[in-house]
């Protein structure tokens, strides 16, 4: 099992930054993709960004290239999600995501493990 835990949401103004940490504990070795998925209000849960934890390959939506950043720290068990830029549209209940799987489209069901979310809020 993993348990992952976020924190470092908020609210700020738009062009602002913020930064999310996902914490992860447990039998971490076993997952070769996380990430991070967003869902705002009445919306479908998206994939904002993912990295392989072997080679730390990264993917990102197009909608947040080149304004966010997923890294990872292995000796601290914690994934990053630096978010630059930020837009009214960024606003959503941000989640981290761990899979047993290689990081491929990303979908959320493909996705074995949770955080609780964290929220973030852009205002304009």
Do not use: H
Request: glycine letters at 12%.
């Amino acid at each position: 099992q993993v348990q992952l835990v976020e924190s470092g949401g908020g609210s700020v103004q738009a062009g602002g930054s913020l930064r999310l940490s996902c914490a992860a504990f447990g039998y971490t070795y076993s997952t070769y993709c996380m990430g991070w998925f967003r869902q705002a209000p009445g919306k479908e849960r998206e994939g904002a960004a993912f990295i392989s934890t072997g080679d730390s390959t990264t993917y990102y939506a197009d909608s947040v290239k080149g304004r966010f950043t997923i890294s990872q720290d292995n000796a601290k068990n914690t994934l990053y999600l630096q978010m630059n830029s930020l837009k009214p549209e960024d606003t959503a209940m941000y989640y981290c995501a761990a899979s047993y799987f290689p990081c491929g489209i990303q979908l959320p069901e493909d996705f074995n493990f949770w955080g609780q979310g964290t929220q973030v809020t852009v205002s304009s």
